[in-house]
């Protein structure tokens, strides 16, 4: 059976050779010391991470699809040094912890681009950074400046996030309009299907079980079933992010979360000659659309922004073709770079991120219920998932280490020890106003004619919804 006949929309499954071979569904009762529900990479790296410390453990993973489904087969590729959240998190710790912080979350990029070389797994890693731009229109300079100032205030510094004059960002990657960039070295690209393929058979090389179609209808006391078998296991880590349900509660605690991407053809060498990119690294803009882009090991460029959140919550793997958020995205596009004019876009899809209600992750494992999760990356997981995964890995086995004794670590019943979201129709609410304040604001400034105390009142209810919804 082919993985991606029903997944050629995205360019990621897309691109995967044909060897892929679907992994029997669980048909039975088994045993297993940790059962993780969720094979993305929060599944898997926490899986890997047990098994690194503890090579006699037994592990298994029950996935509903196949392992990469969720997000972690769908999204940018930014492999980030950085979590959601982190300054908030750090305002409260003294110097000590917040520079071993630091420490860890700028590591990931490097630590995970170890393992990743170790193991031999191919995902078209490249440690070439992230520039954000100022481009578009002239109010992201101020943007991009006010939060240099506030990555300066958090303690970050020069080495860690740095001004790029527009000459020297010219230099790396031209767009139309740009003024400067912050640049930061603490970000990879990835190819996301081939990072969890190639992850899936590196966690098996070291013992880990993984079943996939096998869904976990119900969690009760130590005991997962799925339609067809049943596990036992005396620690049980939900790993289910934005594709979750109401297992072990998870539903009160993430909110599922939509974001759409598109991909161009491999475009040739004069293109890029022309929008530069030479090292790989990704790019975004200042707007509070979130535009993410990378050019892929095969010379296209993959381009997503901001997403939207559907009444009542539930998780999307499949967009319709004219979803008019593609032609947005192609347009956009098409306003960084006009070299793409007549570029053809091969590829458009979407996935289901997770959204914390704090907006920035957490860990959580309790000791006494045997009963753990990691997630809430509100669309910054794929490098966070690897240090998450090894510090929920380090709290099953009782390690501490500097790593479970950061701020986003909480211990306890997941259920009870993470906050909640607010039901139904207040968060839909809340999305749908905020979301209308930023495309306001996004208007405003796009078009350039506006007077300046509209933009400026545009700018500050933007952060007024930011400020309310964080
Ligand atoms: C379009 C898009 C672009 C993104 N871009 C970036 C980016 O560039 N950089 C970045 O850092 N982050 C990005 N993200 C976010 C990032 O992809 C996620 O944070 C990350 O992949 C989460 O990994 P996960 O393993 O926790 O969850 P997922 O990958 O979503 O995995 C959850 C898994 O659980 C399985 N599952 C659910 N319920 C059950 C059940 N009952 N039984 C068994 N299995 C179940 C699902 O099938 C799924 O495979 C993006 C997300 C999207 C959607």
Redesign the pocket.
């Known amino acids: 059976m082919s993985m991606h006949n029903d997944l050629r929309d995205c360019y990621w499954f897309d691109a995967l050779s044909d060897d892929w071979v679907a992994r029997p569904a669980l048909d039975e009762t088994v045993q297993a010391d940790v059962a993780i529900?969720?094979?993305?990479?929060?599944?898997l790296w926490t899986a890997y991470h047990l098994k690194q410390l503890d090579p006699a453990l037994s592990v298994l993973i029950?996935?509903?699809?196949h392992a990469?489904?969720?997000?972690?087969?769908?999204?940018?590729?930014?492999?980030?040094g950085a979590i959601e959240g982190l300054d908030k998190y750090l305002a409260s710790c003294d110097e000590e912890l917040r520079v071993a912080a630091h420490r860890e979350v700028h590591g990931i990029p490097a630590t995970a681009g170890e393992v990743i070389r170790r193991e031999g797994i191919d995902c078209d890693f490249a440690h070439g950074g992230a520039i954000y731009a100022a481009a578009r229109y002239p109010e992201q300079l101020s943007m991009a400046h006010a939060q240099l100032d506030n990555l300066r205030a958090a303690g970050h510094g020069e080495q860690d996030y740095r001004w790029l004059e527009a000459a020297e960002l010219e230099a790396q990657a031209r767009i139309s309009g740009a003024r400067g960039a912050i640049f930061t070295p603490h970000v990879a690209a990835i190819q996301?299907a081939k990072l969890t393929t190639g992850l899936a058979r590196v966690a098996e090389r070291h013992g880990v079980r993984i079943y996939e179609r096998?869904?976990?209808l119900e969690s009760n006391q130590g005991q997962l079933r799925t339609a067809s078998g049943t596990v036992k296991a005396p620690v049980i880590i939900s790993?289910?992010?934005?594709?979750?349900?109401d297992?072990m509660s998870m539903r009160r605690h993430i909110l599922p979360f939509q974001?759409?991407?598109v991909a161009t053809e491999p475009l040739s060498a004069s293109v890029w000659e022309e929008i530069g990119f030479s090292q790989r690294p990704v790019l975004a803009d200042y707007s509070r659309l979130s535009t993410?882009m990378q050019r892929t090991a095969d010379d296209r460029l993959v381009f997503?922004a901001r997403?939207s959140y559907r009444f009542g919550g539930k998780p999307v793997s499949r967009f319709a073709a004219d979803d008019p958020a593609f032609a947005s995205r192609r347009a956009l596009a098409r306003q960084f770079f006009p070299v793409l004019e007549n570029a053809t876009f091969t590829h458009a899809w979407?996935?289901?991120?997770?959204i914390s209600r704090r907006f920035a992750p957490h860990v959580a494992f309790d000791e006494v219920s045997g009963l753990g999760t990691a997630?809430g990356?509100t669309?910054?997981?794929?490098?966070?998932?690897f240090l998450f995964g090894q510090t929920l890995a380090e709290l099953i086995l009782q390690r501490e280490t500097v790593r479970t004794g950061l701020p986003w670590v909480y211990r306890g019943d997941p259920s009870r020890v993470l906050p909640r979201w607010e039901p139904e129709p207040l968060r839909w609410l809340g999305f749908k106003a905020a979301w209308s304040l930023y495309a306001w604001e996004e208007a405003v400034h796009a078009t350039g004619q506006s007077w300046a105390w509209h933009k400026r009142l545009a700018r500050r209810a933007a952060e007024l919804a930011d400020r309310v919804l964080s």
């Open positions: 529900i969720g094979g993305g990479y929060t599944g029950l996935e509903a699809e990469g489904f969720g997000a972690s087969g769908r999204n940018g590729g930014w492999l980030m996301p096998s869904r976990v790993a289910m992010e934005g594709y979750g349900s297992l974001s759409g991407m993410y997503g997403g979407g996935g289901t991120l997770g997630g990356y669309g910054e997981g794929v490098g966070a998932s």
